[in-house]
């Protein structure tokens, strides 16, 4: 059999891997889309394989760089099941929808500055309008192809190739993939690992060791470094709260993932509200995906964490208390744009590139009374990314902003395991690996994490490049 990486090699976007047997079955782990970064353009345009020959997509869990491009896979002739677990199923119709919508959006507006660029200046040059990599009206024939698993349920998708989910503790239905493939007398274990979470985060259990495979496909978005600090800490972010809406009077942005990280941080809220410790601010979450996410995440209990589980007992709403106001309009999202009362504003997109974050970054990236708390990872060619690095100025909307705005940074919200972690995370497959990739990390993360798993007993790591097919 075959492996060939097709995305997230050597980055950390656009997660996709493909599994070819011998008698030609191929099976696709992951369909993301590629995120930030000149030639995600490019790169969301090509594919390393044929749509149309992909026997079945197995996919590890809802976020766009994980899932991003399977309605563009159906639209270019895909006819398969996707297999995941129910609660990734029920998160994908909400998020693709999203998607969809974001694509048609941004191919419009890129569509109208060239246009515009044509008008103005060189009439003679040739200038290419895009069509989006897909619309809203695939998504349908989409989620009918969605099959749904709970985890640590063996299932088979070919007469010679079981499949298993684990709680990977990432996010809602998040999971690590094992693959037991008979290949002729030979058995071969496979283990994708998905995006691996962390212990003690909230809402969600800790991620759960895969069964012992033969070769490993391992995430190293953090495979460079150790978290300075343990999950959920809320003392740190009581400080940044108070600090801006109390003695600052102003608006404290945090750019959260719609899925996952939002839910996380309400809920961390209406904790401190009901200890009586949340000061006494408006809380808005501007996202309309946010509002179907978070009604998504309290109709799967079956993932919960049993912390959760009991505080559910003492407050039935985990996600909502007084002083919290769920956005979907437009109007009312633009009426909290032009307030400049003091307020809480938690809005996507988690990386500041796309979404209602960057209008109200827009409106308070110039006043130093206002402070940008970044809880996630961000990729390096995107808005978070750049600010995170220290810029001193940002194009938003073609203008370009000075960055007189407070940048706080806690890691300690991070969904994704460090160094450390994940070499904890596989410590039981130390005698049965016979080779690790390494997918979904920046390059010269990648390569100190191969130093990092050398010294740690694991001598054989490849980490592989957009394309590159191993036979196993
Ligand atoms: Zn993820």
Not at 69 to 98: E, N, W
Not at 311 to 323: A, H, I, Q, R
């Amino acid at each position: 059999m075959k492996l060939k990486f097709c995305g997230a090699a050597r980055h950390v976007t656009g997660s996709a891997h493909l599994i070819t047997l011998d008698d030609g079955y191929k099976i696709l782990l992951d369909c993301g889309l590629n995120q930030g970064g000149k030639d995600a353009w490019e790169r969301n345009n090509i594919w390393h394989f044929e749509p149309s020959e992909i026997n079945c997509l197995i996919l590890s869990h809802s976020h766009i760089d994980h899932c991003g491009r399977i309605p563009q896979l159906v639209k270019d002739g895909f006819k398969g099941a996707i297999y995941t677990t129910h609660a990734t199923r029920s998160l994908c119709a909400i998020m693709l929808l999203d998607s969809a919508k974001i694509q048609e959006r941004d191919v419009q507006y890129y569509n109208q500055k060239i246009l515009k660029k044509k008008k103005n200046r060189n009439k003679t040059k040739k200038y290419t309008l895009r069509e989006p990599l897909y619309t809203s009206e695939v998504i349908p024939e989409v989620m009918s192809r969605y099959i749904g698993y709970n985890y640590d349920t063996p299932f088979r998708v070919h007469n010679d190739v079981e499949v298993e989910f684990k709680d990977a503790g990432h996010i809602l239905g998040s999971s690590s993939v094992s693959l037991k493939i008979k290949q002729g007398e030979e058995t071969i274990r496979l283990g994708f690992t998905g995006d691996i979470g962390r212990n003690e985060r909230p809402i969600l259990r800790d991620p759960v060791q895969m069964p012992e495979a033969d070769y490993l496909i391992c995430e190293s978005t953090y495979g460079g470094k150790e978290h300075e600090l343990p999950p959920a800490q809320t003392d740190k972010f009581l400080s940044c709260l108070h600090h801006t809406c109390i003695e600052k009077q102003g608006k404290l942005l945090i750019p959260a993932f719609s899925v996952g990280r939002t839910q996380e941080i309400v809920y961390m809220m209406d904790q401190l509200y009901n200890a009586g410790k949340l000061p006494k601010i408006p809380v808005y979450v501007d996202s309309p995906l946010a509002v179907n996410a978070t009604q998504i995440f309290g109709a799967h209990p079956e993932c919960y964490d049993e912390a959760l589980s009991e505080y559910l007992l003492v407050d039935k709403d985990p996600f909502g208390f007084n002083s919290l106001t769920y956005v979907k309009s437009v109007e009312e999202s633009k009426a909290i744009n032009a307030s400049t009362k003091p307020a809480v504003i938690i809005s996507a997109s988690g990386m500041m590139n796309a979404g209602r974050i960057k209008h109200h970054m827009f409106n308070t990236i110039e006043d130093p009374k206002n402070t940008f708390l970044i809880v996630g990872y961000c990729a390096p060619d995107t808005a978070g990314g750049i600010l995170r690095a220290g810029a001193t100025e940002l194009k938003l909307f073609g203008e370009v902003k000075q960055v007189n705005v407070e940048i706080e940074v806690m890691e300690s919200f991070s969904a994704h395991a460090d160094r450390k972690e994940i070499v904890d995370f596989i410590s039981n497959q130390k005698s049965s690996l016979k080779k690790m990739f390494l997918v979904h990390g920046e390059h010269p993360t990648q390569l100190k994490f191969k130093d990092y798993l050398h010294e740690a007993g694991y001598p054989d790591v490849e980490i592989p490049g957009p394309g590159q097919e191993f036979e196993l």
